[in-house]
């Protein structure tokens, strides 16, 4: 049996001949149907399955646990991707599963804050709560830095010393503040100081200065060995300059554009912006004095005079005698008489003092930053673009003097141009390259471009090819396999019913119409046909017979 076995084996006929019978047959086509079958079944499965999107990522061990062991809960099918940096779920889930997850406090992203206090076991020492205090701390401000949008995760670190009995011993908190920022997000050093000023303000006596931001990349945020000058260089200052000139472009433009033409003007302006806080106090003195305009205070005179009363001449008896009579008439004039003899002149002093009012000016001045301190602007306007009425030609012609200092004038009352505060202004008419082409409108956006008309087709499109494919393996190839399995069913369930059992005699006249059916079968009426024919040939033509038997004869030698 063995050899049999081997033979079998071994020769291919056989193996076709196994092959091309009925059970061999039937075992193919069972195969071949269980094959379609199952590739079927992998079409359908595959139309029927889920997209997934990213519920949460960047989460910690402990926070994915908790995850996983909910959504296991909930009854939610979900995957990790590739690198298991992400849990996916599918796409119609995910905000219903982040709310239910939100509301049991998932993820909890590993910092803890002051819940930690509400679990005070009994007997705790004071330093395990000084750390569990330092740590609910730490925990509410990484919360709290971590609600900004750029901000994926963070993490804070408090030094924070000991109070010391003397003031000179006691130290000043630090505080050191790790980001991991958004993918392809970026964060402004207006955002850095907000989180410098968070952090300071939440800790006591922790100064601005003594915290320090650093990113995941290592990169220093918080750069406090920068001067008090570089400093003050706010990006808000950077954007007041930028608008400041912008708005005045838009005014110089807005009032020319109506003279020249929509695409016939472009202007750019400079502002030189003065950030600085300046606090004046002066106090000036005038001159007071002649002949400038005085005030006076107050004036004092005084004159005082004697007669002479000194004595002169040679002293003696001759000296002191009376004057004598008056030799003159008495209607001559009213001359003065003759000084006596040893008489002295009379004395004179006058003093005067007069006190003017001293000017004093007090000011104390005060300007705010923002103010400008010189404007530059640039102006370039295009050649008149004139039109051939009969030809429809297009030429460009340049602007007169007059046109241009018409432009020039309105130039410098829309940009506020002022000579005491050395603005500048540069008017300049010159052609344009390129103005004059025709200009192409945007391509509207065709339908068949649209994402959602895309995303809905790409859905579309995916059902209908499997159902495509369902179509074709079913009809193709196991339609017309199943066909004679089928048909085989159908005429085994279409037997006639079993006859009752028959008698002796009923034995033998069925064994005779059974031998009568094989002879008027198709095989034996045809064989008898033929011999007849045969024999009537014999009969009418034996030369042909006998050329035939001739020819056997001759072959079988």
Do not use: C
Not at 154 to 178: C, E, I
Not at 209 to 235: C, E, R
């Amino acid at each position: 049996m063995a050899a049999a076995a081997e033979d079998l084996v071994l020769d291919p006929t056989r193996q076709q001949s196994f092959i091309q019978t009925p059970f061999g047959r039937n075992i193919a086509l069972g195969v071949g149907a269980a094959i379609v079958v199952a590739m079927m079944v992998a079409v359908w499965l595959w139309s029927q399955q889920p997209e997934y999107r990213v519920l949460f990522s960047n989460y910690t061990d402990r926070d994915g646990g908790a995850i996983t062991a909910s959504l296991d809960q909930m009854a939610i099918k979900y995957k990790f991707s590739d690198g298991g940096t992400a849990i996916l779920v599918p796409a119609s889930q995910v905000h219903d599963v982040r709310l239910k997850l939100a509301a049991q406090g998932l993820p909890k992203g590993g910092n803890v804050g002051f819940e930690l206090m509400e679990n005070q076991k009994l007997g705790v020492s004071q330093f395990l709560e000084q750390v569990n205090y330092q740590r609910s701390l730490e925990g509410e401000l990484a919360r709290s830095i971590q609600s900004l949008a750029a901000v994926s995760a963070a993490r804070v670190h408090l030094a924070l010393p000991k109070p010391q009995v003397f003031v000179r011993d006691q130290q000043k908190p630090t505080a050191s503040v790790l980001l991991n920022l958004q993918t392809g997000r970026t964060i402004d050093a207006a955002q850095v100081s907000a989180i410098v000023h968070l952090v300071a303000s939440s800790v006591a006596e922790l100064p601005p200065s003594n915290v320090t931001v650093v990113d995941q990349a290592g990169n220093l945020l918080s750069d406090t060995s920068k001067s008090a000058g570089a400093k003050n260089l706010d990006p808000n200052q950077l954007k007041y300059v930028a608008q400041l000139q912008q708005s005045i472009v838009k005014q110089v433009e807005s009032l020319i554009v109506p003279l020249v033409g929509q695409g016939n003007v472009r202007a750019e302006a400079t502002a030189d912006v003065d950030f600085a806080q300046v606090d004046t106090a002066a106090e000036i003195y005038k001159p007071n004095s002649p002949p400038a305009a005085s005030a006076i205070r107050s004036q004092q005179s005084s004159e005082a005079g004697a007669p002479g009363s000194t004595a002169n001449g040679v002293p003696g008896a001759l000296s002191n005698q009376p004057p004598g009579a008056a030799t003159a008439p008495i209607d001559a004039g009213q001359a003065p008489p003759p000084a006596a003899p040893g008489a002295g002149a009379a004395s004179t002093r006058k003093d005067s003092t007069t006190n003017y009012e001293v000017d004093k000016t007090i000011r104390y001045e005060q300007r705010p930053m923002g103010g400008i301190k010189r404007l530059s602007v640039g102006v370039v306007v295009n050649y008149r673009r004139l039109v051939d009425a009969k030809t429809g030609k297009v030429s460009i012609k340049a602007l007169s003097a007059a046109e241009v200092a018409q432009i020039n004038d309105l130039v410098k009352e829309a940009m506020g141009y002022s000579k005491e505060r050395g603005d500048t202004l540069n008017v300049t008419n010159a052609p344009f390259d390129g103005v004059d082409k025709p200009v192409v409108p945007p391509e509207a956006l065709v339908w068949w471009r649209d994402p959602e008309i895309q995303e809905m087709a790409r859905q579309y499109g995916k059902y209908l090819l499997a159902g495509i494919v369902l179509l074709f393996l079913y009809y193709r190839i196991l339609r017309p396999m199943m066909r004679p399995v089928l048909r085989r069913f159908d005429q085994i369930t279409e037997l006639p019913p079993a006859p009752p059992k028959p008698g002796p005699d009923a034995i033998a006249d069925e064994a005779g119409r059974i031998e009568q059916e094989a002879e008027t079968t198709p095989q034996v009426s045809g064989y008898r046909e033929n011999l007849s024919m045969a024999k009537k040939l014999a009969s009418d033509d034996p030369r042909v017979v006998a050329n035939v038997v001739k020819a056997w004869v001759g072959s079988n030698e």
